[in-house]
């Protein structure tokens, strides 16, 4: 929990949700967001930025989340949706989405990065947030979680692109499949390299 600060920014006294996004920059796959409004009577320990626990951590800890959050949420953004909107919109739809299911409502949120959705609460965006604010690491944790699972059920619906290992992530090997196997309907067909895939 080094330099980590729990609601240090006056509001903890407010319902505070933290969220966080997981999968802008894959070719395949849903970008997937998840809020979380932690129970200051139920701490966490060892809430971090997802990226920088081990698999197994981050799993404990996402059971651990879900049972004592006073509430938490999902939301995502199809590959449709991406293509139609660009990945940053559909983000912040899908974050949106993520915060209008929480119940309650949070009153504030702060939301990792450098922008923040339309919210019907107030809102700020905290550059690093999923590292330093330990509500916005919660949301980091539920979401990456969840998108790892989804792309290893995936892998099974699409065999031969490797996407439990890479998660849909632009890897050597998932390129590879892709000029070799084709492009699939999980796909972004918006983005570039399945694009020029698609134009050849």
């Given at each position: 929990?080094s330099?980590?600060?729990?609601l240090d920014f006056?509001?903890?006294?407010?319902?505070?949700a933290?969220?966080?996004?997981v999968g802008r920059?894959?070719?395949?796959?849903?970008?997937v967001?998840?809020?979380v409004?932690?129970?200051?009577?139920?701490?966490i320990?060892?809430?971090?930025?997802s990226?920088?626990?081990t698999?197994?951590?981050r799993?404990?800890?996402?059971?651990?989340?879900?049972?004592?959050?006073?509430c938490?949420?999902?939301?995502?953004?199809?590959?449709?949706?991406?293509d139609?909107l660009?990945?940053l919109?559909?983000?912040?739809?899908?974050?949106?989405?993520?915060?209008?299911?929480?119940?309650p409502?949070?009153?504030?949120?702060?939301i990792?990065?450098?922008?923040?959705?339309?919210?019907?609460c107030?809102?700020e965006a905290?550059i690093?947030g999923d590292?330093?604010?330990?509500?916005?690491?919660a949301?980091s944790?539920?979401?990456?979680v969840s998108?790892?699972?989804?792309?290893?059920?995936?892998d099974?619906q699409y065999?031969?692109?490797?996407l439990?290992g890479h998660?849909?992530y632009p890897?050597?090997?998932?390129m590879?499949?892709l000029?070799?196997?084709?492009?699939?309907?999980i796909?972004?067909k918006?983005?570039a390299?399945?694009?020029?895939?698609?134009?050849?």
């Amino acid at each position: 929990m080094s330099g980590q600060t729990c609601l240090d920014f006056g509001q903890a006294s407010r319902r505070v949700a933290g969220v966080d996004e997981v999968g802008r920059g894959p070719l395949a796959g849903p970008v997937v967001t998840a809020a979380v409004i932690l129970d200051p009577a139920r701490p966490i320990d060892g809430l971090a930025d997802s990226k920088a626990l081990t698999e197994r951590r981050r799993e404990a800890l996402f059971d651990e989340i879900r049972e004592k959050a006073l509430c938490w949420a999902l939301g995502r953004a199809e590959v449709e949706e991406i293509d139609a909107l660009n990945i940053l919109q559909a983000t912040m739809l899908a974050m949106r989405r993520a915060v209008l299911a929480l119940d309650p409502a949070p009153q504030h949120a702060l939301i990792d990065g450098n922008r923040c959705p339309e919210l019907p609460c107030s809102a700020e965006a905290i550059i690093k947030g999923d590292g330093t604010v330990a509500v916005i690491s919660a949301a980091s944790i539920l979401a990456k979680v969840s998108r790892d699972r989804e792309m290893v059920t995936l892998d099974a619906q699409y065999p031969g692109y490797g996407l439990a290992g890479h998660k849909g992530y632009p890897t050597r090997a998932h390129m590879a499949a892709l000029a070799e196997l084709g492009v699939t309907p999980i796909h972004r067909k918006s983005f570039a390299p399945v694009r020029r895939l698609l134009e050849n």
